[in-house]
């Protein structure tokens, strides 16, 4: 497995912009496919985006899509969320995930991640 650790949320205003940062370590990064999730109180934890190996590969949830970016730096095994125009709605703590090996790119079931961080809050008031 890999460990993986994020930073970057805090408190935002609606329409601010946030960047997570997630930092791997513990075996090849740039093999693996990678996602962010996110739970809000209350609610289950939801697929937000996911980026193949090589970082070409995106899928983003409906919800984010247009207003966040996923990217990777495997160089610095280090995978980004770049999130725009946030709404309050976006408010949630977010995990950063990695996914098992073989497994397709474009899956977002949280099954297929098989290391998980600690998660970083994101608060984003009206």
């Known amino acids: 497995q890999v460990q993986l650790v994020e930073s970057g949320g805090g408190l935002a205003q609606a329409g601010d912009s946030l960047r997570l940062s997630c930092a791997a370590s513990?075996?090849?990064?740039?093999?693996?496919?990678m996602g962010w999730f996110r739970q809000a109180p209350g609610k289950e934890r939801e697929f937000v985006a996911t980026i193949g190996s090589s970082g070409v590969s995106l899928v983003y949830a409906d919800s984010v899509k247009g207003r966040f970016t996923i990217s990777r730096d495997n160089t610095k095994n280090t995978v980004y969320l770049q999130m725009n125009s946030l709404k309050p709605e976006d408010t949630a703590v977010y995990y950063c995930?990695?996914?098992?090996?073989?497994?397709?790119?474009?899956?977002?079931?949280?099954?297929?991640?098989?290391?998980w961080g600690q998660g970083t809050q994101v608060t984003v008031s009206s």
């Open positions: 995930a990695s996914k098992r090996a073989g497994v397709h790119y474009s899956s977002t079931d949280p099954t297929d991640f098989d290391s």
């Open positions: 513990g075996r090849a990064f740039s093999i693996y496919g």
